[in-house]
């Protein structure tokens, strides 16, 4: 009998996989984050698809602030209905769904009352948009500069 054919009920996830993941999930936004921090954001590209990214993001979300992204702009019967067809432009693209943390608030650093869990495709274009409008610019004179010690 083929494993996949099994009930899904006998099987269960393993606490050691989602440890790792959210430990690379944590990585992958510390390093996003120091990148805000030490380059101009506006000059900062994420993929070799910026650009495709974001028209195809503000085509489909023209008014979403993404100064401040709310959970329910993302998560919302409407919302993943519109970001389910927008993410699956992009399924061609290594990565574009894994789990990965986005700030709320794009003046503020990553805390846990900052984070908001979305696909990979998301974070680029939210991140691409705050970049390209400026919404991380304010990053660099908040936090440039600032060692673990002072935290």
């Not at 274009?125 to 610019?137: M, P, S």
Request: proline share 3%.
């Amino acid at each position: 009998m083929d494993v996949l054919s099994r009930p899904a009920d006998e099987f269960v996830n393993d606490g050691m996989v989602e440890e790792l993941w959210a430990m690379k999930a944590v990585e992958h936004a510390e390093i996003h984050f120091n990148l805000l921090c030490s380059v101009d954001p506006r000059q900062l590209h994420l993929t070799p698809y910026d650009n495709e990214i974001y028209e195809e993001f503000r085509r489909n979300f023209p008014d979403l602030d993404v100064s401040v992204v709310k959970e329910a702009d993302l998560k919302s019967g409407d919302g993943k209905a519109k970001w389910r067809a927008y993410v699956e432009k992009f399924n061609r693209l290594e990565d574009f769904s894994y789990g990965t943390l986005l700030r709320a608030d794009a003046t503020e650093e990553f805390q846990p009352d900052n984070a908001i869990l979305v696909v990979r495709i998301q974070f680029w274009a939210i991140e691409v948009a705050r970049n390209r409008e400026g919404c991380n610019d304010v990053l660099r004179g908040k936090f440039r500069g600032r060692s673990k010690k002072e935290e």
